[in-house]
């Protein structure tokens, strides 16, 4: 059976190393869910509508990428600090079902929607639904703490 | 009055009272001011990011800066509403924690940076004009990057505060002591 010291983790017996970890997830989800924010107000003829929306999936996509990364990294990071607590959490199942739905749904068909001159119509509805699964993530976040 | 006995009465207001004692209208709150700087604070750090030139190069910058603005702005006031409401309902607490008085002070250090640059904004048409992007709209993007990273670190670190005893707030102090019952045979 595996074995694993909750205290040995530095997230747990460093007092700055949590809430460190914190202040990256927060930043770098804040770069990523608002660049694709960006190109979903786009897609609603919210802004920027001389660019075309294809182009800015690709100007944005290095930046969310990064954001991505960090903000799963640092997310995993948290996990480790203590995972039973976190699995048998509802509020984490229904962030963690959400974010791999935001994601998939992010690289298939939000952004190829994007890259292919989409109509007025088509682009509307895929905007929303990208903001209301990237809503819903930060929302699950906060839930892990009060359920 | 004290600061103390102040902000003692702002929590007592009766909606902050509510809000402060809910099973879910708190943390409702929390996550929409969570949501809120995912969605509009990645606005803000990609403006500052095309200023300098680090991304988007191929959307003037006049662009970014002035189609994103509104929304900034809706952005910017729905969190600022759900931060006086989460802070002013918890004021015994918040008043006196380290943290939020640094996240107040770059705040209004974030209503400086607008005086102090509002050149940069207003005109951000010369910005793409330019052979070069001039240091002062530089300075501009990077302070902002700092302030505003500074905002979200202090907030998510005010949950980490812990008063010592003599800070403790009012709440704590003014609980009155059980009255002695004295025995009478």
Request: with cysteine.
């Amino acid at each position: 059976m595996l074995i694993y010291d909750l205290n040995a983790n530095p997230l747990n017996s460093n007092e700055w190393a949590f809430p460190l970890t914190e202040c990256f997830h927060i930043t770098s989800f804040a770069l990523s869910i608002g660049l694709i924010a960006l190109v979903d107000l786009r897609l609603l003829g919210l802004a920027l509508k001389r660019t075309n929306p294809g182009q800015l999936v690709k100007d944005t996509s290095l930046w969310t990428l990064a954001g991505l990364i960090i903000v799963i990294t640092s997310g995993l990071l948290i996990f480790s600090s203590d995972p039973i607590r976190y699995i048998y959490n509802t509020g984490f199942q229904f962030k963690i079902a959400v974010l791999v739905l935001a994601i998939i749904y992010n690289y298939t068909i939000h952004n190829r929607v994007a890259r292919s001159n989409p109509s007025p119509s088509t682009a509307k509805l895929v905007a929303v639904v990208s903001l209301f699964l990237w809503v819903l993530v930060p929302f699950g976040g906060i839930w892990i703490s009060f359920v | 009055m004290s600061v103390a006995e102040i902000s003692h009465q702002i929590q007592s207001i009766g909606f902050l009272t509510y809000i402060r004692e809910s099973g879910y209208t708190y943390p409702m709150i929390l996550s929409t001011h969570l949501a809120t700087i995912a969605m509009f604070g990645g606005l803000i750090l990609m403006t500052d990011l095309r200023i300098l030139g680090l991304a988007m190069k191929s959307t003037p910058i006049a662009d970014v800066v002035k189609t994103l603005r509104p929304w900034k702005h809706l952005g910017l006031t729905i969190m600022v509403a759900m931060g006086l409401l989460l802070a002013t309902s918890e004021m015994d607490k918040y008043y006196g924690n380290p943290y939020f008085q640094m996240k107040m002070s770059l705040l209004i250090l974030v209503i400086i940076h607008s005086i102090v640059f509002r050149g940069v904004y207003r005109n951000p048409e010369a910005l793409d004009k330019a052979p070069k992007i001039p240091g002062i709209a530089k300075a501009a993007a990077i302070s902002s990057l700092c302030l505003w990273i500074g905002i979200a670190c202090c907030g998510r670190w005010i949950a980490y505060y812990e008063p010592k005893d003599k800070d403790k707030p009012v709440t704590s102090l003014t609980v009155p002591a059980p009255p002695q019952v004295v025995a009478t045979r």
